[in-house]
């Protein structure tokens, strides 16, 4: 005996097919994409570097169920600082005994007491005092930007 096509379960599949593939190639890319300026410009504004952040992120574009596909953003831990913002704080070397990282405008006595290395000077130290970070927001931003566009 033969057996029809099931006209329902083929047209959902065709449809999923579908947004699978545009929520791979347009909507998450884009989302990332915005995601990304709002940290680029947040990087100029404030003279920091995000690069690592930004080639660290990751977006998921997965089908569940067979019924629903779901992109989902992300960025590694550090992302989270830039995202609220910080306090002055200090920042002691746990893992190791001391810090290790290139100073690119010490004050002088870091110019006396380590070597230059590329744009400024390898330092080692077991702690470091650092200025807070403003938010940027770049992650809510996005989001409600994406409300914006689907509302």
């Known amino acids: 005996m033969t057996s029809l096509p099931s006209f329902e379960a ?3 599949d065709a449809l999923l097919d579908d947004l699978e593939a545009y929520a791979r190639e347009e909507i998450a890319l884009t989302v990332q994409q915005h995601a990304h300026e709002i940290l680029q410009a947040y990087g100029r504004r404030h003279d920091y570097d995000v690069e690592s952040i930004i080639t ?3 977006t998921v574009v997965e089908r569940r169920d067979d019924r ?3 992109v989902r953003w ?3 831990e550090p992302a989270i600082f830039f995202e609220r913002g910080t306090v002055d704080h200090a920042v002691e070397a746990k893992q190791a005994d001391v810090l290790s990282f290139i100073w690119e405008d010490p004050p002088r006595w870091v110019r006396e007491e380590f070597e230059r290395e590329g744009e400024g000077y390898r330092v080692f130290l077991p702690e470091v005092e650092v200025s807070g970070l403003p938010e940027s927001r770049f992650i809510r931003d996005t ?3 994406i ?3 689907v509302s």
């Open 68 to 70: 629903v596909v779901v």
């Open 147 to 149: 409300d914006a566009r």
């Open 74 to 76: 992300g960025w590694p």
């Open 56 to 58: 660290a992120g990751e």
């Open 143 to 145: 989001l409600n930007w």
């Open 10 to 12: 083929d047209a959902r």
